[in-house]
Nanobody, 120 residues
Framework: VQLQASGGGLVQTGGSLGLSCVAS????????MAWYRQAPGNQRELVAS???????NYASSVLGRFTISRDNAKKTCYLQMNSLKSEDTAVYYC???????????????WGQGTLVTVSS
């Protein structure tokens, strides 16, 4: 199983970016999909999550600015980030709960991370 995250880059304060995370490999089921971020010197934190049933949660710091979504057919999770602030600067990681065999439990997989830099 591989998770390929993309879409990071450099943007000015107030701008927008969209991130994508595509899951590939031997996958028989996908449950929760989420985005985390880690700024220099900080712990990794949850930004947003979306369950297999479509229940969505956001960190309070991004509520109203970020939107998480998923396309199950494409095995892809998205994060649309608007009104970006300098404090949103971080490496963003996707985390996806995947089942690789019908006889196995779901387990979490991490993407490689994509850097988002917001300049003032």
């Amino acid at each position: 199983v591989q998770l390929q995250a993309s879409g990071g880059g450099l943007v000015q304060t107030g701008g927008s970016l969209g991130l994508s995370c595509v899951a590939s490999g031997r996958i028989v089921g996908i449950n929760d999909m989420a985005w985390y971020r880690q700024a220099p010197g900080n712990q990794r934190e949850l930004v947003a999550s979306i369950s297999g049933g479509g229940i969505i949660n956001y960190a309070s710091s991004v509520l109203g600015r970020f939107t998480i979504s998923r396309d199950n057919a494409k095995k892809t999770c998205y994060l649309q980030m608007n009104s970006l602030k300098s404090e949103d600067t971080a490496v963003y990681y996707c985390n996806v709960e995947i089942r690789t065999n019908w006889g196995r439990d779901f387990r979490h997989y991490w993407g490689q991370g994509t850097l988002v830099t917001v300049s003032s």
